[in-house]
Antibody, heavy 123, light 107 residues
Framework: EVPLVESGGGLVQPGRSLRLSCVAS????????MHWVRQAPGKGLEWLSG????????EYADSVRGRFTISRDNAKNSLYLQMNSLRAEDTALYYC????????????????WGQGTTVTVSS | SYELTQPPSVSVSPGQTASITCSGD??????VCWYQQKPGQSPVLVIY???KRPSGIPERFSGSNSGNTATLTISGTQAMDEADYYC??????????FGTGTKVTVV
C-alpha cells in the first residue's frame, strides 16, 4: 500500500489551470499537516505550500502565492493543489508530503512522500 | 526572501566521515531538517528539528545547527549513502525553504 498517491498532472498551456490531488492511506490523515513540494527537471527541491491538519493555517512560497491554492478534505483523506495562471517555469514533478506533526509552526519535516505527478506547461 | 546555501558536491571515501553544510542568516534560530534523494526516487527525511533521527534512519546520520550554519554528518559513510542531500529550514516559523542541494559521492 502506497501511503500517498498524487494525480492530476499533465500537459497544459501557459495561463491555464490544473488541479492536483493526493490521496492518503495507511495513516490517520487528519492528524497531520500536509505539504506540496516540486522539483523542476534536473533541479533541486522547492517547497510550495503547507496546510495544518484542520486547514486553519496555510502558508505559501512567494513564487506561487496568489496563483496556487492548497486545500484538504479530511473526510476523503485527500490533499489538493489548485494551480492557476500556469507558467513555463512551473514545469516540474509535484510531490505531496506528510508532516511529522499536525501544525506548521511545530517545524517538524516531511516524513512520508508520494511518487509525484508531472506537470508540463508548454504551448 | 530567505536563502540557504549548500556546497554543490562533497566527496568521501567509504568508512570516512562526510560533512554537509547549509548556510543561512541566523539559521541557528530556526529548525532545520535534512533530506536524502537518490536518482529517480522521492526524498527521504534523515534528520528533523536539527538533530532528531526518524525511525529507521541509521545512527551514522547526525545533525547540528548553530549560528549561521547547520551541518549533516554521515559517519562511516557507505556506498548506499551516495545521493543528493537537501537542507530545509522553516522561515518565519511556518514557510519552508530548501537549500541548494549537495551531491555526495562515495569514492
Amino acid at each position: 500500500e502506497v501511503p500517498l498517491v498524487e494525480s492530476g498532472g499533465g500537459l497544459v498551456q501557459p495561463g491555464r489551470s490544473l488541479r492536483l490531488s493526493c490521496v492518503a492511506s495507511g495513516f490517520t490523515f487528519d492528524d497531520y499537516a500536509m505539504h506540496w513540494v516540486r522539483q523542476a527537471p534536473g533541479k533541486g527541491l522547492e517547497w510550495l505550500s503547507g496546510i495544518t491538519w484542520n486547514s486553519v493555517s496555510i502558508e505559501y512560497a512567494d513564487s506561487v502565492r496568489g496563483r496556487f491554492t492548497i486545500s484538504r478534505d479530511n473526510a476523503k483523506n485527500s490533499l489538493y493543489l489548485q494551480m492557476n495562471s500556469l507558467r513555463a517555469e512551473d514545469t516540474a514533478l509535484y510531490y505531496c508530503a506528510k508532516d511529522i506533526y499536525g501544525l506548521l509552526d511545530q517545524n517538524g519535516g516531511m516524513d512520508v512522500w508520494g511518487q509525484g505527478t508531472t506537470v508540463t506547461v508548454s504551448s | 526572501s530567505y536563502e540557504l546555501t549548500q556546497p554543490p558536491s562533497v566527496s568521501v571515501s567509504p568508512g570516512q566521515t562526510a560533512s554537509i553544510t547549509c548556510s543561512g542568516d541566523k539559521l541557528g534560530d530556526k529548525y532545520v531538517c535534512w533530506y536524502q534523494q537518490k536518482p529517480g526516487q522521492s526524498p527521504v527525511l534523515v534528520i528533523y528539528q536539527d538533530n532528531k533521527r526518524p525511525s529507521g534512519i541509521p545512527e551514522r546520520f547526525s545533525g547540528s545547527n548553530s549560528g549561521n550554519t547547520a551541518t549533516l554528518t554521515i559517519s562511516g559513510t557507505q556506498a548506499m549513502d551516495e545521493a543528493d542531500y537537501y537542507c530545509l529550514a522553516w522561515d518565519s516559523s511556518t514557510a519552508g525553504v530548501f537549500g541548494t542541494g549537495t551531491k555526495v559521492t562515495v569514492v
